[in-house]
C-alpha cells in the first residue's frame, strides 16, 4: 500500500513528504487545472523544486516504482 497526499503548494509537498507520503499530487497554475486559486498550485520551477525535494529523500517518479 502507498500514501497519496494532495499538494497545493510547495511547502504542503514538503510537508507531506516529510511525514511519510510516498507520492505526492499537485497541478499547475495554467488552464488546465480547474483549481486555479490565488496562492494555489505549481509553477515549472517550483515543481522541479518540490520533484528534486522528493528525490533527494528517497521518493522515486511513479513510472519508476
Not at 513528504?17 to 499547475?28: I, L, Q, S, T
Not at 480547474?34 to 520533484?51: K, S, V, Y
Request: with cysteine; proline share 5%; charged share 30%.
Amino acid at each position: 500500500m502507498e500514501l497519496v497526499c494532495p499538494a497545493g503548494n510547495l511547502p504542503a509537498l514538503k510537508r507531506a513528504v516529510d511525514e511519510g507520503a510516498d507520492a505526492v499530487y499537485f497541478g499547475f497554475q495554467n488552464t488546465t487545472n480547474a483549481r486555479r486559486f490565488a496562492g494555489l498550485n505549481f509553477t515549472d520551477r517550483r515543481a522541479r523544486e518540490g520533484i528534486d525535494y522528493a528525490h533527494a529523500r528517497g521518493r522515486r517518479d511513479p513510472a519508476l516504482c
